[in-house]
């Protein structure tokens, strides 16, 4: 294998991330730190799985936080009032997501664009209703105490640290997996059905399976990444998993760059903590939240990471375009 | 004790009038859509906005209630054109992610600033005229809802005289079916979406208006609004001007024998139910038309 073709492979990037990941925690130790980074890596796997949704076949969600705070009460729940351990716990909400994501997408993908949107945002809000209505389950508006803290194989990841690993090496296989996914015949067919339903269809793409199929894999890494979030806070509200959360993962896929996994755990990453940036302006969170939403849009629409790269071409262009014109002026 | 009946009738009319107010909202979504097919995520903000400048013009500045009004409706409206100049005219050719994420951008802008300038507590309104109910039939109705239906009226009947009788207002009608070919015989296509940015912000905040006396008025009101005013689009018909107050009109009565009949807590529950059936049993709205998709 040539170095180039090694810097080429999907996976030299998932190796220096990887470890990169590891050794984070040497040098911040802060607990608060941690914290955030956690928060992040939970983020980062729903944000990856609806980047396999929005960036690389084209589907919009407004929902997703629904099946974040699906994974999160199934498992919460059943932990909380029955003592359920968790693994049992993720099973189980693995299931629910899964049927639930079925059901609901079946019809629900037939629709397109704005359709779409609406669709998905209707059945948001309408489980966010549920999560605060069905109070003799979920605590309802004030949320659900007594959640156990993540045992898994008789280890409790009780300290930030290690639920900061046991975090990092669940989203660096979920990564790994959508690395796979999207370099497959499948990420092939997604990216077809992307570029023109018809067309994708005439080649004997199977649309609404695939986009079922899609549909179903995103919902269930946001339920991984919502059960991960109620056995580290270990208290759930509905607050957490409402319209607004829906929207700002959205926003973190589409700042990102979409059909990137790297923009979204970059989305991920620069969402989460920029709301520990912006208390320096303190009131102003959300008008500075605003702002730069709408800037990113208008001056790169295409989101920061590839905004980024297109900028770093124009100037090695204009750098080589002006050492050209020097070079024929010298000559 | 009333009847069932009388109870229904009381719903109905409850539910009649924050349906026209879902209308009008609705309306302010199929002006912009119509002319750019653009979902402005932020005309919930227009609604807001125009309950808590009229506030504002009653409370700070003692104007009487019509002069606040018309202050709002104009500011409100100006607000609209702000937006677009900014926020949307920058992007041409943008994909509709894109555009909804700008609006969505601007309205949490929008609700940022409303947060500093008003505070976050409720603030509310005199009745238009009077709070003596007037009885109907055994049950009864707000003088305001009267004024509510009153507005709407008005507001839709304008409109229809405005795209059906004025050059401007054909000239927008003929932007939302051909943009490219209204370009062609001379509109300004831009001036155009600018005029329905600011005519969006007027309808929204009268809509704002009116309501405010029926219901605090908050810096965050207008989210579930905004929201619901686009299911009364979708369910009349996206891009049918008349369709989105029929379709507000539908849901607010469904909502609120839902709310009366079944069970409060799921009122909203009920209402995007009822937009989840529509969407995937009849996409196109009430009064839409099934028309095929251009590959």
């Known amino acids: ?331 | 004790m009333i009847s069932l009946e009388q109870q229904i009738l009381q719903f109905v009319i409850t539910g009649i009038t924050i349906g026209s107010i879902y209308g009008l909202i609705g309306l302010g979504f199929s002006i912009i859509y119509n002319s750019t097919e653009i979902i402005n995520f932020a005309q919930g903000e227009f609604v807001m906005l125009g309950g808590l400048i009229t506030v504002t013009g009653i409370q700070v500045l003692h104007l009487p209630l019509p002069f606040a009004a018309i202050l709002a409706v104009i500011m409100v409206a100006v607000i609209g054109i702000v937006m677009d100049l900014f926020a949307i005219r920058p992007l041409k050719d943008a994909s509709a992610i894109t555009l909804i994420i700008i609006t969505i951008g601007a309205s949490i802008f929008i609700r940022g600033v409303s947060s500093f300038v008003w505070g976050k507590e409720p603030y509310t309104i005199p009745a238009f005229s009077g709070e003596e109910p007037i009885p109907f039939f055994g049950a009864v109705i707000q003088p305001q809802s009267l004024w509510v239906l009153f507005i709407t009226i008005v507001i839709v009947v304008g409109l229809k005289q405005f795209f059906d009788r004025t050059l401007t207002g054909k000239a927008m009608i003929a932007c939302a079916f051909q943009p490219r070919a209204a370009s062609l015989v001379g509109i300004d296509v831009s001036y155009m979406v600018l005029l329905s940015f600011g005519l969006s912000g007027a309808v929204g905040a009268a809509a704002g208006i009116v309501i405010a006396p029926m219901s605090m008025t908050q810096y965050d009101m207008g989210v579930m609004l905004g929201l619901k005013g686009f299911c009364a689009a979708i369910i009349g018909g996206l891009g049918y001007p008349w369709g989105a107050v029929v379709g507000g009109l539908a849901l607010g009565i469904l909502e609120s024998l839902g709310a009366g009949l079944i069970s409060s807590g799921y009122k909203d529950a009920i209402a995007f139910t009822i937009l989840l059936l529509m969407l995937f049993f009849r996409p196109q709205g009430l009064l839409g038309k099934t028309k095929g998709d251009r590959v």
């Open chain 1, 1 to 331: 294998m040539t170095f180039r073709s090694l810097l080429r492979s999907p996976y030299t990037g998932f190796i220096f991330f990887a470890v990169l990941l590891l050794l984070i925690p040497l040098a911040v130790t802060n607990e608060y730190y941690l914290n955030v980074l956690i928060i992040i890596g939970i983020n980062s796997i729903i944000v990856m799985g609806l980047d396999l949704l929005m960036g690389y076949t084209g589907q919009i969600s407004l929902g997703h936080a629904a099946f974040y705070g699906i994974g999160a009460y199934i498992s919460g729940v059943l932990s909380a009032k029955w003592g359920v351990p968790p693994l049992m716990g993720l099973l189980l909400a693995l299931v629910g997501v899964s049927i639930i994501a079925f059901t609901v997408g079946n019809p629900t993908l037939r629709l397109h664009g704005h359709y779409l949107a609406m669709a998905t945002l209707g059945f948001g809000i309408i489980v966010f209703i549920f999560f605060q209505e069905l109070d003799f389950l979920t605590g309802g508006p004030s949320g659900l105490v007594g959640i156990e803290a993540m045992t898994l194989f008789g280890i409790t990841f009780d300290s930030d640290r290690s639920y900061y690993y046991l975090v990092s090496i669940v989203m660096l296989i979920i990564l790994l997996l959508s690395i796979n996914l999207v370099n497959s015949r499948v990420g092939r067919a997604l990216r077809a059905i992307h570029g023109s339903e018809i067309a994708a269809n005439v080649l004997g793409v199977k649309i609404s399976r695939y986009k079922n199929g899609i549909f179903v894999i995103s919902a269930l890494y946001a339920a991984v990444a919502g059960w991960l979030y109620a056995h580290y806070i270990t208290f759930i509200s509905p607050s957490s998993f409402g319209f607004m959360f829906s929207i700002k993962l959205v926003t973190m896929v589409v700042i990102g760059s979409l059909g990137s996994l790297w923009g979204a755990i970059f989305g991920a990453a620069l969402l989460t903590s920029l709301p520990e940036f912006l208390t320096v302006v303190e009131d102003y969170e959300t008008v500075a939240f605003g702002i730069i939403l709408m800037s990113v849009m208008i001056f790169m629409p295409r989101g920061l990471l590839r905004g980024i790269e297109d900028l770093v071409i124009k100037i090695f262009a204009r750098i080589s375009d002006r050492s050209e014109v020097q070079e024929k002026i010298n000559e």
